[in-house]
């Protein structure tokens, strides 16, 4: 199975007082082109709203990638879903399972949203569109990597929005640093040593939810959901 296929990315170059110099990864949704497709994400889109659990699981492979330890399976996905259990998260607390359920239902809803790209040498579909990004010889800890999620994102000096706007992002990849905890933004690590803050809501993790899907005997189906590296 291949995560990974080819999209564009390119480096910025503009002047630091306009926007940050940051690897760039440009939106795609390849499923606009294939009516069937597109219609399929719809319907998984609205389930995923209203949280209808049975259609979800119904269009889900039996053997469904939900980690990249032992997790796999319907089931697995439904306990998961309802629960927020995990096969190997038995000692874990009430608040632990509340935590983990709300977390893959908002990741799985924003993969959905993002876009998608259909890699043809794998017949797979992979959402959201830039984990099909190449980012070539980048060098980065998708850990604390970020991406921003939408176009004229503000940089403030101070994590609230009375902060001065210093930067503006359109969908460029930064570093997360440590501090905002307790408020709706984020420190970021932009060019040449600056740093600002971004609201949270505008960036999205590189090892956030995604999910690939395949066509089999004529029909979409959901292979992958999965989050980490």
Same mark, same amino acid.
């Given at each position: 199975m291949k995560i990974f296929v080819f999209v564009m990315i390119f480096l910025l170059a503009l002047p630091s007082s306009v926007h940050a110099q940051l690897a760039k990864v440009v939106p795609v949704?390849?499923?606009?082109?294939?009516?069937e497709l597109r219609t399929f994400r719809d319907q998984l889109l609205e389930a995923v709203v209203t949280r209808d659990i049975d259609y979800i699981v119904s269009i889900a492979a039996p053997d469904i990638l939900l980690d990249f330890g032992s997790g796999m399976g319907q089931e697995e996905l439904r306990l998961r879903l309802t629960e927020g259990r995990r096969f190997y998260s038995e000692d874990e607390n009430p608040e632990d399972y509340i935590r983990h359920r709300e977390? *893959?239902?908002l990741g799985f809803e924003s993969a959905l949203r993002l876009g998608g790209v259909y890699d043809a040498e794998n017949r797979e579909f992979v959402a959201p569109h830039y984990f099909a990004a190449d980012l070539g010889?980048?060098?980065y800890d998708p850990f604390f990597t970020y991406f921003t999620i939408a176009q004229n994102v503000t940089v403030r000096d101070r994590p609230n929005r009375y902060g001065t706007v210093i930067d503006r992002l359109d969908y460029e990849l930064v570093e997360r640093l440590d501090g905002g905890d307790g408020t709706s933004y984020a420190r970021v690590q932009l060019e040449r040593g600056r740093t600002g803050w971004v609201h949270k809501d505008l *960036?999205?993790?590189?090892?956030?939810y995604r999910a690939i899907f395949e066509k089999h005997d004529g029909k979409w189906i959901m292979t992958v959901l999965i989050a980490g590296d």
């Open positions: 949704d390849e499923a606009q082109a294939d009516v977390a *893959l239902w010889d980048l060098s *960036l999205r993790s590189a090892v956030d």
